[in-house]
């Protein structure tokens, strides 16, 4: 069982990246996902969430209106369209996935119970 997350890389601030998280080993068209970044020394930050249908998108406050999470309802792949990037959103991204619900847990690491190893995302001029 394995999430994989892709996409990351070097950026201008202002740029757009779009990261994606593949599901293998067992099907994960009924889990939710979410995309979660950590920079060293501080604590993993939420980032984004989406229910296993492909609604009920969740941000963080920082990426409000820049970032999008999108799901195909029963497809294993979700992705983190992510625009106008600026110097602090660099870090290591990390795509996970839970069953279970929904609401409120969300915001939290411990619902998850599949992570991926991260993809690094450097925004810099």
């Known amino acids: 069982v394995q999430l994989q997350a892709s996409g990351g890389g070097l950026v201008q601030p202002g740029g757009s990246l779009t990261l994606s998280c593949s599901a293998s080993?067992?099907?994960?068209?009924?889990?939710?996902f979410a995309w979660w970044r950590q920079t060293p020394g501080q604590e993993r930050e939420f980032v984004a969430s989406?229910?296993?249908?492909?609604?009920?998108?969740s941000y963080g406050d920082s990426v409000k209106g820049r970032f999008t999470i999108s799901k195909v309802r029963g497809n294993d792949t979700a992705f983190l369209q992510m625009n106008n990037l600026r110097l602090e959103d660099t870090a290591i991204y990390y795509c996970?996935?839970?069953?279970?619900?929904?609401?409120?847990?969300?915001?939290?690491?411990?619902?998850?119970?599949?992570w991926g190893q991260g993809t690094l995302v450097t925004v810099s001029s």
């Open positions: 996970a996935a839970a069953r279970g619900p929904y609401g409120t847990n969300r915001y939290w690491t411990g619902y998850y119970e599949h």
């Open positions: 080993g067992r099907t994960f068209n009924a889990f939710n």
């Open positions: 989406i229910l296993w249908r492909g609604t009920e998108q």
